[in-house]
Nanobody, 114 residues
Framework: QVQLVESGGGLVQTGGSLRLSCAASGSIFSVNAMAWYRQAPGKQRELVAAITSGGLTNYADSVKGRFTISRDDAKNTVYLQMNSLKPEDTAVYYC????????WGQGTQVTVSS
């Protein structure tokens, strides 16, 4: 089983930037993909960005050109660089790992003020 520890959330102004980190431990070798999801108040959880073990990435249309997902294998860490933030990006962001099983982080709050 994989454990995920997130950090980097906080309060920023519209147009600002933030970088989220997700450190993984446990059965890392079994992970074939990692992703960031988010859930805003009153809305369902949605996929923001994903990266496979081979380095392929995909993004939600709403964040393309603004967000970048990356991976540092030496640190067992996945990042989400968020630029040009908008109030509609406000949500709890969750790290996710897929392998033989599925693992979720605890979530980190991102708030974008106008």
């Amino acid at each position: 089983q994989v454990q995920l520890v997130e950090s980097g959330g906080g309060l920023v102004q519209t147009g600002g930037s933030l970088r989220l980190s997700c450190a993984a431990s446990g059965s890392i070798f079994s992970v074939n993909a990692m992703a960031w999801y988010r859930q805003a108040p009153g809305k369902q959880r949605e996929l923001v960005a994903a990266i496979t073990s081979g380095g392929l990435t995909n993004y939600a249309d709403s964040v393309k050109g603004r967000f970048t997902i990356s991976r540092d294998d030496a640190k067992n860490t996945v990042y989400l660089q968020m630029n040009s933030l908008k109030p509609e990006d406000t949500a709890v962001y969750y790290c996710y790992a897929r392998g033989p099983g599925r693992s979720w982080g605890q979530g980190t709050q991102v708030t974008v003020s106008s």
